[in-house]
């Protein structure tokens, strides 16, 4: 099971840069299905700096694995990898629904090496946690 957490400004499609998103539907994914948890929304952002902002979406997305967005910074990109967190750039407008089919079905062939680094990094994380 992963979370997956998409950037996006209409519930459909991959469309915004991260450190602009105003929201993230998050969605979790097993071998055998998909199903949306929530959209999580940045509340109130304007006056904030670029760590701010940064550090605002990180934790919103922190139970994630994988982070789809079509841009990300180079400071935000490597908070995001620290926190164990994959980003994945895909081109603007990627529909959410093809993504997460794409997954269903590498989950349930032959994941990509990189889909189970990102897997194994976030269990590691997970059960040092508990």
Excluded at 4 to 18: K, P, R, V, Y
Excluded at 21 to 43: C, G, M, P
Aim: charged share 30%; glycine share 2%.
């Amino acid at each position: 099971m992963i979370k997956a957490a998409f950037s996006t400004a209409d519930g459909e499609s991959i469309n915004t840069h991260f450190g602009y998103s105003d929201a993230f539907d998050i969605y979790e994914i097993t071998k055998e299905k998909y199903e949306k948890l929530a959209t999580r929304v940045i509340i109130d952002d304007e006056n904030n700096n670029e760590s701010d902002r940064i550090e605002e979406r990180l934790n919103l997305i922190m139970d994630c694995t994988l982070l789809f967005i079509t841009q990300i910074g180079p400071t935000a990109a490597a908070r995001v990898t620290r926190n164990k967190i994959m980003p994945v750039k895909v081109k603007e407008d990627t529909s959410i629904k093809e993504q997460l089919e794409r997954l269903l079905k590498m989950l349930q062939t032959n994941p990509p090496l990189w889909l189970i680094k990102a897997m194994n990094e976030r269990t590691k994380e997970e059960s040092i946690q508990d």
